[in-house]
């Protein structure tokens, strides 16, 4: 077989090889084989010494033909893989923008904490600071600075949760006006704080009773201010919170921390007024506890109760959200049943 012979029967066998490939990498091998450093055509170039000189340019020729034709061949092999590949990879990994996307579950506002921000945002705007005091309080902060010394028998009122002999779970916010009345510097101005939180009663959990329920405590002290102010702040919170129709009433009361002491009622929002099992018959909800400041807790504090004088209030949150929602059961805020809180969703968009 002649130089010749031998090309053409190598292009035929080559361009086979090459279309007979079955996957990239078998292509690869074919490649080097064919055209590589060691491969076939190489050697018929290094075996031009042996040739006639005359022959050697179209022999050159020839081969660089060859290559050239293997080399397009393979590139043309090679790409099919290539695109195979990619369409294969799209079709498993599919996705369709056209599908609707999916909604993310949204949470919901607690009741008690809707009516807790709009309080915020309303004593925020009348001037007021928002405090917070601990929740785990000492005898000296939720009593005796409150006028309650250790055998005061208003002690009684409030069946505490004792953690050790000075120490007790809170219960009522009203331990934060001693901190604030204490910490107050009169010269930059008056005092108005809300502090809202958590407190706790050795209660036994009814429809109307929690062992833990939330208060907001309220004080302003400055001189001068009068229970006509604690009446007009009162009555603007009711109307804010329950609107203009639902009725108030003051009743006297006792409070130790208080002289004279008020608690606020408002009308019942099940029978408006005529009497039901919410109300307990008598039309009317307590929502809150109220009085001018005694004199004992601003002195207590180190304020001269000669100089100053103030109202506090110390209001239920779990009553305002009960009334203001219609919730008959004040444990349904603490069990956390999602179809009880769902309903209190804001709208989902
Ligand atoms: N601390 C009282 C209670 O828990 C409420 C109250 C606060 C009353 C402030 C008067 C003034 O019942």
Known sequence: MDLFEKLDKLRQEGLKDINQATDQKNLDKIRVELVGKKG?????????????????PKVGQEVNQIRDLFQKQIDEAKNKFVQALIEKKLAEEKIDVTLPGRKGHLGSQHPINIILDDLESYFIAMGYSVVQGPEIETDHYCFEMMNLPKDHPARDMQATFYI?????????????????????????????????????????DDATHSHQFQQMEGLVVDKNVTMSDLKGT?????????????????????????????????SCFNCDGKGCAICKYTGWIEVLGAGMVHPNVLENAGVDSSVYGGFAFGLGLDRFAILKYGISDIRDFYTNDVRFLKQFRKEEN
């Open 40 to 56: 076939q055509l190489t050697e018929i170039l290094h075996s031009m010494k042996d040739i006639a000189p005359s022959e050697r």
């Open 234 to 266: 009162l009555e603007m919170i009711a109307k804010h919170m329950f609107g203009q129709d639902r009725k108030t009433r003051l009743r006297p009361s006792y409070f130790p921390f208080t002289e004279p002491s008020v608690e606020m009622d408002v």
């Open 164 to 204: 050790d002999e000075e120490n007790l779970l809170r219960t009522q916010t009203s331990g934060d006006q001693a901190r604030v009345l204490e910490k107050h510097d009169f010269s930059k101005g008056p005092l108005k704080m809300v502090g809202p939180g958590k407190v706790y009663r050795r209660d036994d």
